[in-house]
Nanobody, 125 residues
Framework: QVQLVESGGGLVQAGGSLRLSCAAS????????MGWFRQAPGKEREFVAA????????YYADSVKGRFTSSRDNAKNTVYLQMNNLKPEDTAVYYC??????????????????WGQGTQVTVSS
């Protein structure tokens, strides 16, 4: 059984920064692409970022490109999302997730099989 636990959310002013962490259980963590999604009240869950198994490639939604950076430390079974220059529209619950094996898409929530419980990020104007 895989468990994902996010941390690092909080309240920050616009222009500020936060670093989210996602700690994973299980020995196969390093074999999987990991993704970050977010969901604001009344909106659908949307893709934010993804990072390949070895960190060699990263992918970002246009809305966060240039402001957010995903990284991972496979020795610690942890993936990170560094969020800079935060905007009020970034306010949401942020989730990390593990992509399904053999799935080729990275930006669709349906392509992920394990999810964390989420961490709230609130950006005040």
């Amino acid at each position: 059984q895989v468990q994902l636990v996010e941390s690092g959310g909080g309240l920050v002013q616009a222009g500020g920064s936060l670093r989210l962490s996602c700690a994973a259980s299980g020995r196969t963590f390093s074999s999987y692409l990991m993704g970050w999604f977010r969901q604001a009240p009344g909106k659908e869950r949307e893709f934010v970022a993804a990072i390949t198994w070895n960190g060699g490639s990263t992918y970002y939604a246009d809305s966060v490109k240039g402001r957010f950076t995903s990284s991972r430390d496979n020795a610690k079974n942890t993936v990170y999302l560094q969020m800079n220059n935060l905007k009020p529209e970034d306010t949401a619950v942020y989730y990390c997730a593990r992509r399904k094996q053999f799935n080729l898409n990275y930006d669709s929530a349906g392509g992920y099989d394990y999810w964390g419980q989420g961490t709230q990020v609130t950006v005040s104007s």
